[in-house]
């Protein structure tokens, strides 16, 4: 059996309430191996926390989501200081920028991008990129605070190759999900057929973006499975190849032993 690595996905989601168990039991039997789950405001942080405490195979991302960086407090920058010194907190996300969802204010979003990028640099943590509709602001903040110094993933990445080739330059991954399995994906696959395989990664972000052909249905981890086969397929090697390869990457990106 194949072994895979979910690098993004929300378990502790509400959608997951009736079945969490099964469905983290079901990821199993598919054989992933490894998850990292993220925890991304007050309420998310400390339910991905206890996850990782429960499950040997899933790690924790820790940080302050874009469109919810207008609710950031006095403390809670520490407070995620804090929870980094936790042997299974492996990354300080998913932080960015987030132009579409008109939660935040602009200002705010990148205030609280740049205190994230800082504090990954002075923890050496990888960083977990969200990038909607915010391109240019992303690799502008990320050039000029020096994020290549951490590297990380720009995660469930949907812009062009010139985007891409920017991110690889500062020391990122390039993570893909279930989009990659729609028909009319077709920017997405052409960026994946271009990105080197020794930085490329797969996710679910599940219950969201299932791929084919549960598309428009909850998604969850063991659905991974699913990625593997279409990265596999736009690649041109076997899923064997691509499921070792984005394992031996993730490992490497979070610092996973």
């Known amino acids: 059996m194949v072994k ?3 690098t ?3 378990l502790d ?7 969490r ?5 079901r990821a199993t039997e ?3 191996e490894l998850i990292v789950n993220i925890g991304f405001d007050r309420h998310t942080i400390p339910t991905t926390i206890a996850l990782a405490e429960k499950y040997d195979s899933i790690y924790a991302a820790v940080g302050w989501h874009p469109v919810e960086s207008i609710h950031m407090a006095e403390g809670d920058l520490e407070w995620i200081e804090s929870l980094c010194s936790h042997p299974k907190v492996v990354a300080i996300g998913e932080i960015g920028l987030d132009y579409h969802w008109d939660t935040s204010p602009k200002d705010v979003q990148q205030r609280v991008f740049r205190e994230q990028i800082r504090l990954a640099k002075k923890l050496n ?26 590297g990380g993933i720009m995660h469930c990445f949907s812009g062009s190759w010139e985007t891409a080739k920017q991110c690889l330059d500062m020391n990122f991954y ?4 279930g989009p990659i399995s729609f028909k009319n994906a077709r920017v997405p696959k052409e960026v994946l057929k271009r990105v080197p395989l020794d930085r490329l990664l797969i996710e679910t972000d599940c219950p969201y973006l299932a791929p084919h052909p549960f598309r428009g ?3 969850e981890s063991a659905y991974v499975a699913l990625v593997a086969e279409a990265a596999a397929q736009i690649k041109e090697i076997t899923v064997e190849e691509l499921a070792s390869i984005t394992m031996e990457n993730g490992k490497k990106c979070f610092r996973i032993m």
């Open 217 to 219: 249905k909850r998604n």
């Open 125 to 150: 943590k990888p960083i977990v990129i969200h990038n909607r509709d915010a391109h240019e602001d992303v690799l502008r903040i990320l050039k000029e605070e020096g994020a290549a110094e951490v």
């Open 8 to 10: 993004h996905a929300h």
């Open 13 to 19: 989601a509400a959608q997951f309430d009736e079945d």
């Open 4 to 6: 895979l690595f979910d």
């Open 174 to 177: 390039i993570s893909f999900g």
């Open 30 to 32: 598919a054989g992933v």
């Open 21 to 25: 168990e099964q469905m983290i039991a």
